[in-house]
């Protein structure tokens, strides 16, 4: 999903760049939530064996 340019209706200028590092943080977060668990998927898949 992109971003913006401009910040939310309401905001100043550094109030938006403040959501949008906030926004850009928490994407981050679930990316690096969503790959530990593909990672440890396929760990007990292979401990599982075939």
Same mark, same amino acid.
């Not at 999903?1 to 949008?20: F, R």
């Not at 977060?29 to 440890?40: D, F, M, N, V, Y």
């Not at 760990?43 to 075939?50: E, K, S, V």
């Given at each position: 999903? !992109?971003?913006?340019?401009?910040?939310?209706?309401? +905001?100043? !200028? !550094?109030?938006? #760049? #403040?959501?949008?590092? #906030?926004?850009?943080a #928490?994407?981050? +977060?679930?990316?690096?939530?969503?790959?530990?668990?593909?990672?440890?998927?396929a760990?007990?898949?292979?401990?599982?064996?075939?």
């Open positions: 999903m !992109d971003q913006p340019d401009t910040p939310p209706a309401g +905001l100043t !200028d !550094d109030q938006g #760049v #403040v959501v949008g590092s #906030v926004y850009e #928490v994407t981050e +977060l679930a990316g690096e939530r969503q790959r530990t668990s593909i990672e440890e998927a760990f007990d898949n292979i401990w599982r064996g075939p």
